[in-house]
């Protein structure tokens, strides 16, 4: 018999999934392996990589709208697109509303050349000011 016989919905009788302590542990170990390996800062840009370390809902379809910051000894930082950037911050109260930013992408070149070189800078420049602020 399985160890939750009722289900695995959330109940107030039963104790459950401990999500915040699941979402404080995996986060943790990616600090631990960036301490470990001297690595102060690292990019997650998959969104796999995105709910397993941040616990938020990426975007599986198009990974390139969100991405994120994660730092060995501070907060991390979540980038996300315009409308799930509002999502973010009202489901995900564990990412401080501070540390989440608006996203850039230039989507495989969609509008053009040009345009992706300007998306580009700015996703570099606000990626370099982020680290800036953190050392």
């Keep these: 018999m399985s160890a939750s016989p009722y289900g695995i919905g959330a109940t107030d009788y039963q104790k459950g999934i401990d ?3 699941m ?13 470990r390996h001297n ?19 990426g975007h599986a379809f198009a990974p390139q709208l969100s991405y994120a910051l994660v730092f ?15 999502h973010q911050k009202l489901y995900c109260p564990w990412i ?4 989440l930013r608006f996203s850039y992408s230039w989507l495989d070149s969609i509008g053009g050349r040009e345009a992706a070189q300007a998306e580009a800078r ?3 420049d606000a990626i370099v000011a982020d680290l800036g602020n953190m050392a």
């Excluded at 990019?43 to 796999?48: A, D, K, Q, Y």
């Excluded at 060995?72 to 509002?86: C, K």
């Design 19 to 21: 999500f915040d302590r």
């Design 23 to 35: 979402r404080a542990e995996r986060l943790g170990r990616a600090r631990a392996a960036l301490k």
């Design 39 to 57: 690595i102060p800062a690292a990019i997650l840009v998959r969104h796999e990589n995105i709910r397993y370390t941040l616990a938020v809902r």
């Design 72 to 86: 060995a000894e501070h907060d991390p930082i979540l980038y996300d697109l315009g409308d799930q950037l509002a």
């Design 96 to 99: 401080r509303p501070e540390n």
């Design 122 to 124: 700015k996703f570099a």
